[in-house]
Each structure stands twice: as structure tokens, then as C-alpha cells.
């Protein structure tokens, strides 16, 4: 269950950081301080990355109270993978270097979650 957890974190704060770059490749910095927080506080992407990204750290949070920080952090490198896959399918290229840290991260991780 605690497995599952740390995904359900690692997939939270993938979604919030695809929402939080889908607002900055539209936003405008070159407005004025007081637009720009008009602006973040009537964006969805952006409240809606907030708001996710808030709750991975909340699910996070219970998931180190309750397993090893060894064995749970990997799981969050699962967020590079997603969003190396979402880069691919969406916007980037994917390279065999990017590719070569793919199966690395997941070697890592299942050697961690095996000790």
C-alpha cells in the first residue's frame, strides 16, 4: 500500500509540472508585478499545479512517516521517467542519452526496493 502511495505522489507532482509548464509556455513576464499576480491567481493550470503539487507532498509526507526514506525515494524518480515519456509524445525529442538514464533510474529503483 505504501508502494502505491509513493507512485500516487510521484504521478501527482508529474501532473502538476506538465499543468505548470503548459501555463509558463503561454505566460507573459513581461507585465507589470501587480498583472502577473492578478494573472497566477485566475490561472486553473497554475492553481490547479498548486494545488496538486501540494497534495504529492501531503500523500509524501505520509509515506516517509511510515516507510524508509531509502526505499521510498526512488519512487520519485519515476516522476523523470513519466515526464521524459510526456516530453516525447508531446514537445521533445528523446535521445539515447535520456533513454540510458531511463533504464538506470529503473534499475536503481528496483535494486533499492529489493534491499
Known amino acids: 500500500m505504501l508502494y502505491i502511495l509513493a507512485l500516487l505522489s510521484a504521478f501527482l507532482n508529474w501532473v502538476a509540472q506538465i ?8 505566460f ?12 497566477l491567481i485566475k490561472n486553473l493550470y497554475f492553481l490547479s499545479g498548486c494545488f496538486l503539487y501540494f497534495l504529492s507532498i501531503i500523500v509524501w509526507f505520509f509515506v516517509i512517516s511510515k516507510l524508509d526514506v531509502s526505499k521510498a525515494y526512488p519512487f520519485l524518480a519515476l516522476s523523470y521517467i513519466i515526464i521524459i515519456i510526456w516530453w516525447y ?3 521533445e525529442s528523446v535521445n539515447v542519452y535520456k533513454l540510458l538514464w531511463i533504464a538506470f533510474i529503473i534499475i536503481g529503483i528496483i535494486f533499492i526496493s529489493k534491499s
Open 19 to 26: 499543468l505548470w509548464k503548459i501555463w509558463l509556455d503561454k
Open 28 to 39: 507573459d513576464f513581461k507585465s507589470s508585478f501587480f498583472t502577473i499576480i492578478l494573472n
Open 89 to 91: 509524445l508531446i514537445w
